[in-house]
């Protein structure tokens, strides 16, 4: 018998090779998943005592100022919000597993929510340093400030520059100022 490229022999035969590049890529596609999760992941627990330390690490960061500095205050409150929701509906429970299907939705959706609030904040907080020479200086000075800051200052520089382009002058200069 020759198989062919249409009939039922073809739909099957394209049946069978989705099925077979399914059952292969899965291990694959869960180990990426598996990396990316360990990456990334801030909070994730099943049980009340888990997700106490996890939350109270958290907040030991926060407190730090370091890893998390460049959360903003609506943000910070947005996390802490969601991880009381979380507390209660674990104590509530007792575990994830637990949990009615509408709970785990909710659970979830505010798992990944915290989870994506501190990640990018960490990553905004993360200290990038320089080494650079300051104009009419031959001496290299080590010049250290947060991915947030790097950014709103480039931000700054872009407006100034708007400006300059617009009035033909920087703003803040003598002349503004009657000096």
């Known amino acids: 018998m020759i198989l062919t490229h249409g ?3 073809g739909m099957m035969m394209a049946s069978m090779l989705k099925v077979i590049l399914v059952a292969l ?12 999760e360990d990456e990334g992941v801030r909070v994730r627990a099943e049980d009340p005592a888990a997700f106490s330390a996890q939350k109270e690490r958290i907040e030991r960061e926060i407190r730090g100022g ?10 910070l409150r947005d996390v802490r919000s969601r991880l009381d929701r979380m507390g209660e509906l674990l104590a509530e429970r007792g575990s994830v597993h637990e949990l009615t299907e509408p709970e ?10 915290v989870n994506t609030i501190l990640t990018q ?4 907080s993360r200290l990038v340093c320089r080494r650079e020479h300051k104009v009419g200086s031959r001496m290299p000075v080590n010049e250290c400030y947060t991915v947030a800051e790097r950014r709103r ?11 300059f ?3 033909g002058e920087p703003r803040g200069t003598l002349g503004e100022r009657g000096l």
């Open 7 to 9: 009939g039922l022999e």
């Open 165 to 167: 382009i617009k009035r």
């Open 104 to 113: 785990k939705i909710a659970f979830f959706n505010d798992q990944e929510a």
């Open 66 to 75: 370091k890893t998390y500095a460049e959360i903003g205050t609506e943000q």
């Open 25 to 36: 890529a899965l291990p694959v596609v869960g180990a990426i998943a598996f990396a990316a």
């Open 121 to 124: 904040a960490a990553e905004d």
């Open 153 to 163: 200052a480039q931000i700054e520089a872009s407006n100034q520059q708007a400006d």
